[in-house]
C-alpha cells in the first residue's frame, strides 16, 4: 500500500514528537497529533453523516414531488387536494431546508478541522527550536 501524504506527514510528526528535546517543539507537535486525530474522527462522523442527511434529503424530495404532483393534478381539476396536503408541502419545504442547512454545516465543520490542522503544522513548520 501507497502511503498517502497524511500519512507521511502523521509518521514525521509521531517520530519528531518522540526526538525532539525542546519542550516547546514536543508542545507543538502534541497539539497537531491531537488535532490530526481529531481530523479522522472527524471525517469518518463526517462522512457517516453525509450519508444518512443524503438519504434524509432524498425521502423528503420524494415525499414533496407525490404531494406536488397531487396538488397539480388539483390546480388542473383532475384530482382532490386536501388541505393537509397544502400543510405537508410547506412542512416538507421546511424540513428539506433545515437537512440541506445541516448538511452544509456538517462539511463546513471538516473544513474547519483541516483548517485548524494546517494552522497547527503551519506553526511548527515555521518555528524554531
Same mark, same amino acid.
Given at each position: ?12 510528526m ?5 526526538t ?5 517543539? /514536543?508542545? =507543538?507537535? %502534541?497539539v497537531?497529533l !491531537?488535532?490530526f @486525530?481529531?481530523?479522522? +474522527?472527524r ?6 453523516r453525509?450519508r444518512?442527511?443524503? /438519504?434524509q =434529503?432524498? %425521502?423528503s424530495?420524494? !415525499?414533496m414531488? @407525490?404531494?406536488?404532483q +397531487? ?6 381539476g383532475?384530482g382532490?387536494?386536501?388541505e ?17 442547512t445541516?448538511?452544509?454545516n ?11 490542522m494546517?494552522?497547527?503544522?503551519g ?7
Amino acid at each position: 500500500m501507497v502511503p498517502t501524504e497524511e500519512a507521511i506527514l502523521h509518521k514525521l510528526m509521531h517520530d519528531r514528537f518522540h526526538t525532539a528535546k525542546s519542550s516547546g517543539e /514536543r508542545a =507543538i507537535l %502534541s497539539v497537531a497529533l !491531537q488535532a490530526f @486525530l481529531e481530523l479522522q +474522527r472527524r471525517r469518518q462522523e463526517t462522512s457517516e453523516r453525509v450519508r444518512e442527511l443524503s /438519504r434524509q =434529503i432524498q %425521502s423528503s424530495e420524494r !415525499q414533496m414531488a @407525490l404531494v406536488s404532483q +397531487r396538488i397539480d393534478k388539483w390546480a388542473r381539476g383532475l384530482g382532490a387536494c386536501s388541505e393537509s396536503d397544502m400543510r405537508l408541502v410547506a412542512v416538507l419545504g421546511d424540513t428539506l431546508a433545515a437537512q440541506e442547512t445541516r448538511l452544509r454545516n456538517t462539511k463546513q465543520e471538516l473544513v474547519d478541522a483541516e483548517q485548524r490542522m494546517v494552522h497547527v503544522v503551519g506553526l511548527w513548520a515555521t518555528s524554531r527550536f
